[in-house]
């Protein structure tokens, strides 16, 4: 395992970050949308890059079972010590791996999941497509996938409400930007990223927005208004063009296709009452009846 760069920076994430208004604004949108697709809580559930479980032991407190795989040995302690003050039924949903993304399909011996999750993992990496590939590997037909990345469209705006104005004409032809943890972090296009998806048997289902009119505020920036006004507002942002696409970050979701139908074998021939050896046209007339429907309503 290599050095963990997040050691250093795991409680500004987890408590400055989450913590602030701007870190329960990008928690609320994310779970409101991922919960309108998700399955019900029989459901196994791997959060790809989960770090400290923001996202993914609320989950567990409904009943989901939960795989957080993080590579920092930091962000699961920090996991560890969250679960610690959860009720033991809570915790026991919960399991912990440290690996990366990458490696998440080997270290989880093959599994797949009716949900893979990966929340703010692409913007750290110089090519998202091996960790794409390796979600879609986890993922269980009909399964979810939930990526939220940070959209290359608007990166001129956080330094335009700074007042910093080179740097904003800077930022129009950019595809990477230093973000407030001090790292060098790189964007995606909703376009892109639902095309990598697709090519990889992931239908894309719906994107969002996350995070547009607090993303210029100050996380210690007085609260004129009560919280839960903040996230309405910013959940029916969430939704609607123009102000999705020019949120800070954007949440992509995704669904497992079915395998495609191959030639029928020799079983299924016998299920339906023909021998391998019967005529193909005895097959045409007695699969449609095998389906419920009559010899003449058969497609042709």
């Not at 309108?36 to 409904?62: K, N, W």
């Not at 969250?82 to 011996?109: F, K, N, Y």
């Not at 296009?189 to 990598?196: F, I, K, Q, Y």
Request: glycine residues 10%; negative net charge.
């Amino acid at each position: 395992m290599q050095d963990d760069a997040w050691a250093p920076l795991a409680g500004r994430f987890v408590d400055g970050h989450y913590g602030s208004l701007r870190g329960q604004v990008r928690t609320h949108v994310i779970d409101s949308h991922l919960r309108a697709h998700l399955g019900p809580p029989s459901l196994h559930v791997v959060d790809v890059g989960g770090g400290a479980g923001d996202q993914s032991i609320p989950l567990a407190r409904d009943g989901y079972e939960v795989t957080i795989v993080d590579p920092s040995s930091a962000m699961l302690t920090r996991a560890e010590e969250r679960l610690a003050s959860e009720d033991p039924e809570v915790a026991d949903r919960v399991t912990l791996v440290q690996a990366t993304g990458e490696e998440a399909p080997a270290a989880l011996g093959g599994a797949r999941f009716g949900a893979v999750l990966c929340h703010g993992v692409l913007m750290y990496l110089d090519d998202p497509t091996p960790l794409v590939g390796a979600l879609c590997e986890l993922t269980d037909t009909g399964g979810l996938v939930s990526i939220v990345a940070k959209n290359v469209e608007v990166l001129a705006s956080r330094p335009a409400l700074d007042g910093d104005w080179a740097a904003a004409l800077a930022a129009f032809d950019a595809t990477r930007q230093v973000n407030g943890l001090g790292l060098d972090t790189r964007g995606d296009r909703v376009e892109d990223l639902s095309a990598m998806l697709s090519d990889r048997g992931i239908d894309p289902i719906e994107w969002c927005g996350v995070r547009l009119f607090t993303d210029g505020w100050t996380p210690d920036q007085p609260r004129i208004d009560p919280t839960a006004l903040v996230l309405a507002v910013e959940l029916e942002a969430s939704r609607r063009d123009p102000y999705r696409r020019l949120s800070r970050l954007f949440h992509l979701l995704g669904r497992r296709r079915p395998p495609a139908r191959g030639p029928v074998d020799d079983a299924e021939l016998v299920a339906v009452g023909i021998g391998p050896s019967d005529d193909v046209r005895m097959l045409q007339a007695q699969v449609p009846v095998a389906c419920g429907l009559e010899a003449d309503e058969a497609p042709t």
